[in-house]
């Protein structure tokens, strides 16, 4: 005879889901898993059939989805030079350490604990340090959210459930148990290639709360807030039910518009403003062997600066102006025609159905390396945003558009203004003189974008 599986977690009266997450980071679900996988041989040695309850008895599972490749083809071979080492033009990391490794398959018993173990991050960052972890950060592309959404229906469908019934498990504090759905985020986070599941419960509960998408906070709702967070602390699910926004949306707020307000400066920066984010920043990475652009914690930059400019505002300063001007050698970088061309024919190298697919942060090489992920990221959207109609186009549309208006051949270095045109259709586009060459080791053909549409 089994104990009611309820028995082991010590108490399941939980006030909120953030006190349920915690007790389920806490429990040590390898140990049941050993138990019972013991319990399992034994009984198989007896001949005796063991019936374990259904809250570990792991449904089938479907085959995770085909990672998306990620390894953009490097920027001398885009301008068909040969490979070679350069010596960093300023500070960060060496540029003779390799780019950042695109994720690889996982392997079955990742998969298992990233779809089943509730972890926070420092489990995980310790189960990358430790065990070789793999497992993938950042927003839901396009198609994870239409995985799960697919996911979540067929679970819906199986089970007989009603929409408001779906919505009262996603939105339980009890994750299910007590209505006997105990494997609704490990079978939708299944789904996914190597989100954790703590990852997917926080993102499908902000995308579908009834407070998404609520638009411009009004004055009264920052002064409740203001007031919530003077009462109860930053728990975050409590006040999301007083102001009627999102945790998520609470949260930032807070953190990046309302905290430390008193002493918060918005416009320009100051030469002494930006002489002191490089220190902080420096100081934080450089001096520690870290990198420049993306091992920096903003909430403890604003801190360091005294509250007087916001995580948001640190970041986006450091990102778009600071960073590349040091790395620049002190001197403020331009984006450039042939910037453009490497951008266009390193995103054609991906194999993605769409753009919310990239991994930013995998672009920059050891010989292109001004550009911060986050400016390639917005670089990237400008020209897209320059095609009209763009809205209605797949991402392979896109692609040809942007191949022929930006990446025909390499520009010179010297190109000046030309007027902005709309285009409309690759055909559409002037191709210019038909005697250039075209580089052979700039082309992106090979696995190049999918073709079709990006679902």
């Not at 994720?103 to 998969?111: C, G, I, K, R, T």
């Amino acid at each position: 005879m089994f104990p009611d599986p309820a028995t082991l977690l010590p108490d399941l009266n939980f006030a909120s889901s953030e006190d349920l997450l915690r007790s389920l980071q806490e429990f040590d679900i390898s140990k049941v898993v050993t138990v019972l996988k013991t319990l399992g041989e034994a009984a198989a040695a007896a001949n005796v059939q063991l019936n374990v309850p259904p809250l570990f008895v792991p449904g089938p599972q479907p085959p995770p989805p085909p990672p998306v490749q990620q390894q953009p083809v490097r920027s001398e071979a885009i301008l068909g030079r040969p490979q070679k080492q350069k010596k960093s033009r300023g500070v960060g990391p060496s540029l003779e350490d390799a780019p950042p490794a695109a994720l690889q398959h996982d392997n079955p018993e990742h998969a298992h604990m990233l779809a089943n173990v509730w972890m926070n991050a420092s489990k995980l960052a310790e189960l990358v340090r430790t065990e070789g972890l793999v497992y993938k950060k950042g927003k839901f592309s396009m198609t994870e959210d239409a995985q799960l959404n697919a996911a979540i229906e067929r679970y819906r469908v199986t089970h007989g459930l009603s929409e408001a019934e779906l919505d009262q498990i996603i939105f339980s504090n009890k994750l299910g148990k007590e209505k006997g759905h105990e494997t609704f985020w490990s079978e939708i986070t299944s789904a996914l290639h190597l989100r954790p599941i703590i990852a997917v419960y926080h993102h499908v509960r902000r995308t579908r709360h009834p407070f998404a998408g609520k638009g411009a906070w009004t004055k009264s709702e920052d002064e409740l807030l203001l007031q919530s967070v003077a009462s109860m602390g930053q728990q975050w699910e409590k006040i999301s039910d007083i102001v009627q926004r999102t945790a998520a949306d609470c949260r930032d707020r807070y953190r990046n518009h309302l905290q430390d307000r008193e002493v918060r400066r918005t416009g320009a920066w100051s030469k002494e403003e930006e002489e002191e984010l490089t220190r902080i920043v420096t100081e934080m990475t450089v001096e520690q062997g870290k990198d420049i652009d993306n091992d920096i914690f903003w909430g403890v930059v604003s801190k360091r600066m005294g509250g007087k400019r916001g995580r948001q505002q640190c970041r986006i300063k450091w990102t778009d102006s600071l960073a590349p001007q040091l790395k620049n050698t002190g001197e403020k970088p331009r984006w450039s025609a042939m910037d453009a061309y490497i951008l266009v024919h390193k995103v054609d190298s991906l194999n993605v159905r769409d753009d919310t697919e990239i991994d930013w942060k995998l672009l920059p090489d050891e010989n292109w390396n001004v550009w911060s992920a986050h400016a390639l990221q917005r670089r990237w959207l400008t020209m897209k945003r320059s095609i009209k109609g763009f809205e209605e186009m797949s991402h392979a549309e896109i692609m040809e558009i942007l191949k022929t208006k930006k990446a025909q051949s390499p520009p010179p270095t010297s190109a000046g203004r030309k007027k902005k045109t709309k285009y409309i259709s690759a055909e559409a586009v002037n191709d210019g003189d038909d005697g250039d060459a075209q580089p052979e080791a700039g082309s992106s053909s090979g696995p190049g974008t999918i073709a079709g549409s990006a679902d």
